[in-house]
């Protein structure tokens, strides 16, 4: 029966899940500087304006630090006002479960220096106060390093995308169109209805 | 007088030939229940003209075809009024909304019904069932549309609070189906209607990601998409508005208004069913036990997703798929309930009656308890199931019970009782899903001790022609008696009570194995009897 298999496919997915770690996040060093064009407190509008991001190593990091770094992925990160009342944001030390940064803005490979790209702030992003944090992955594609725009608090630097609503006017315009078919079929058979019996009752 | 066929009872092929009904959908055959066969039906009735067979796979009309319109009317509310619960990953980040305003608009959605079903019933009583559904779920559908207008959280609590007043549409559903159907089957039928119906909730959860993926991929923004997704339950609502209108009728013989006028169905007076309602107290202690049934069905329907996503770190579409399974165990566990009431009807009256209905709630709370206190994902998944069974098959023993309290004020009480369900729903998510002094696993628990202490009061139910779960009938007490109660002297020589006292007749079944040393009743004018 399907609800046994169910059964058993979720008994083995939660076997699965209880057995795999993600890296831990207070483990990676943070030797990139990540820095972006947005001023602090300044609002960028989702589908409109852009971000210019550009990161390099950190000159100060020891030598050969990076042998092991093969490519670098960009995220669009919430800061913590944003995550306040809604655990779907939560930040949680092990990557795999963390759920800060949910929001890809570009993967390349990596270089030490002359690193940046151009952004329009996708559609899809809620409206919320972000930051931005690069991680360098290995080439097993486990994280072994960070950068951000902000300081270890996430209180500096942070920048607010004004979403887009979603609405449009010609669903609007639909709606009301669907609705008052609605009332006007029923009321119109309603009264049909009524001067029917009423001629029925006067034969 | 019935055709004596081969094998019927008193006959010398009694018991010999094999076809006896033991069991069966069916009480067309059994001598206890009276049978108008002068009537012009595709199904046999009974002196009310009520079906007395139960055929699924039929559309005869009026009553099997009343059937299909009435559940899946009821079923496209649920669908609107639970869809927006798996769209809430994309809604949450559209309209920028915390927990609390989730929280709030769950409590919203099965809030507005509170209301609605009181007027429902009494819409009911007065109106007929058949325009009371339609001017409902055509009403509505603006509600539904409304959803592409919403920009805030505000908006949001308020279109779902408007949107759940639909689920009135339970009220006239029920109420439908005690006008079409014996009250031998009534517990299957309106077990079988409200739990296909109550389907939705489960059938919107695999519905409503479907059409959003689909949408998504024909290349709109998943913040407009959501929005487009809801015209599928908006116009699913005109459709059957307009299907109610046109293919249903009130009653079997016809239409209330058009009965009214030609003098077949008195025009009862609304102060007057509302006071038979409220004054029997049997219909507070149900009000009472349908909040522990049917509200903690609602109130784990809007919080059980999110107590798998968090407690088992399982994806949302897994968590989805769970949370479906729960609202589709409806399709045969409320049956299940009001046909275990039938049986246990036939013998054992409404005692039994009211012993399955205890059984059963009690044991779908302690499996809420134990739900609660799961810690692997797969003795959570059992009990969750069980949970599901033992809720769920309480709500269709409840409306097993509900037709027999009153006759008169049939209406206003299945309203009554059907906003003590969703006021249930509102304080147990109030009480134990909002705050975060718990969390949910020991919500859930907690829930599971108030359903088991909530319903001890069945024990309470006592009629004084069938007696209670302890105490036996008193003598002098019939059925005629009983319901003959609700109207008073003038009322009686206008004849208004003729209704009542048909009602009574059939009634007699609620007596279990005892019908059998029953006097035969004084003969109606205007019906044949089938009593051997």
């Known amino acids: 029966m399907a609800i046994q298999d169910f059964l058993v496919a979720s008994i083995l997915l939660s076997c699965f899940i209880a057995t795999s770690y993600g890296v831990s996040f207070s483990s990676l060093p943070e030797t990139l500087v990540v820095t972006a064009s947005p001023q602090p407190g300044q609002v960028l509008k989702a589908g409109e304006d852009t971000i210019t991001v550009s990161w390099l190593l950190n000159t100060s990091s020891p030598a050969g630090i990076d042998f092991a770094y093969k490519t670098v992925k960009v995220k669009l990160c919430y800061a913590p006002i944003s995550q306040r009342d809604r655990a779907w944001r939560k930040t949680v030390d092990d990557l795999e479960k963390d759920k800060t940064c949910q929001h890809m803005i570009v993967a390349k490979a990596y270089s030490s220096s002359n690193n940046n790209f151009t952004w329009i702030v996708q559609k899809d992003v809620p409206t919320a106060t972000y930051f931005i944090r690069a991680y360098v992955y290995d080439s097993n594609n486990k994280e072994v390093a960070y950068g951000q725009t902000t300081n270890s608090n996430k209180a500096t630097n942070l920048f607010d995308v004004q979403a887009i609503t979603g609405r449009h006017v010609s669903l609007d315009i639909a709606s009301v169109c669907f609705s008052a078919f609605s009332v006007v079929s029923l009321l119109g058979f309603f009264f049909l209805e009524k001067r029917r019996s009423k001629a029925s009752q006067a034969k | 007088m019935a055709e004596k066929e081969i094998g019927s009872p008193g006959s010398s092929m009694h018991g010999v030939t094999g076809k006896e009904q033991t069991f069966d959908f069916s009480v067309a055959n059994d001598q206890t229940v009276t049978s108008d066969s002068t009537a012009k039906f595709k199904l046999p009735v009974d002196s009310e003209h009520k079906a007395k067979v139960f055929k699924i796979y039929s559309l005869a009309k009026p009553h099997m075809r009343t059937f299909h319109l009435s559940w899946i009317a009821f079923f496209t509310c649920f669908v ?437 040393s029953v006097a035969v009743p004084r003969p109606q004018p205007d019906t044949t009897e089938a009593h051997v």
């Open chain 2, 80 to 516: 609107s009024t639970f869809a927006a619960a798996p769209l809430v990953p994309i809604i949450r980040d559209n309209l920028n909304l915390t927990k609390r305003d989730i929280g709030n608009a769950g409590i919203a959605s099965v809030s507005g019904s509170i209301f609605s079903r009181l007027v429902m019933g009494a819409a009911c009583d007065l109106l007929g069932p058949r325009y009371s559904c339609a001017f409902l779920i055509m009403l509505s559908a603006p509600t539904v549309f409304c959803m592409t207008f919403v920009s805030s959280p505000g908006g949001y609590v308020a279109v779902r609070f408007m949107i759940g007043f639909s689920l009135a549409t339970f009220v006239s559903c029920q109420f439908w189906m005690s006008t079409m159907f014996n009250g031998k089957i009534i517990g299957l039928v309106n077990g079988t209607a409200a739990g296909w119906g109550n389907m939705g909730g489960g059938a919107t959860q695999l519905l409503m990601p479907l059409l959003y993926e689909v949408i998504r991929r024909a290349g709109s923004r998943p913040f407009t998409a959501w929005r487009i997704a809801f015209y599928v339950p908006g116009w699913m609502h005109v459709i059957m508005g307009l299907l109610v209108l046109g293919l249903g009728q009130d009653l079997p013989d016809g239409n209330l208004g058009s009965l009214q006028k030609r003098g077949d169905v008195p025009k009862d007076k609304f102060s007057k069913v509302l006071w038979y309602a409220v004054t029997n107290y049997r219909t507070w202690i149900f009000v009472l036990l349908y909040g522990m049934s049917l509200g903690v069905e609602l109130t784990t329907d809007n919080v059980i997703a999110e107590y798998f996503y968090d407690r088992f770190d399982l994806n949302l579409h897994t968590a989805g798929t769970i949370a479906a399974t729960f609202g589709m165990a409806n399709i045969i566990s409320r049956p299940l309930g009001g046909l275990m009431s039938d049986i246990a009807a036939r013998r054992f009256g409404m005692r039994g009656r009211l012993w399955n209905l205890w059984i059963l709630q009690t044991l779908g709370g302690v499996f809420c308890i134990c739900l609660g206190r799961a810690t692997t994902l797969s003795l959570s998944i059992t009990s969750m199931i069980l949970f599901s069974i033992g809720a769920q098959a309480a709500c269709g023993a409840t409306f097993g019970i509900i037709p027999f309290i009153s006759r008169r004020s049939l209406g206003v009480i299945s309203g009554l009782t059907g906003a003590g369900g969703n006021f249930g729903s509102g304080l147990t998510q109030l009480l134990f899903f909002t705050s975060s002094k718990y969390s949910t696993a020991t919500g859930l628990s907690l829930m599971g001790i108030m359903i088991v202490a909530c319903t001890l009061p069945v024990a309470l139910v006592h009629f004084p022609q069938w007696g209670s779960m302890f105490l036996p009938p008193s003598e002098k007490w019939t059925e005629e008696y009983y319901y003959e109660k609700e109207w008073n002297k003038e009322e009686k020589e206008r004849g208004l009570h003729q209704g009542s006292l048909k009602f009574a007749e059939n009634s007699r079944s609620e007596r279990g194995r005892r019908v059998v």
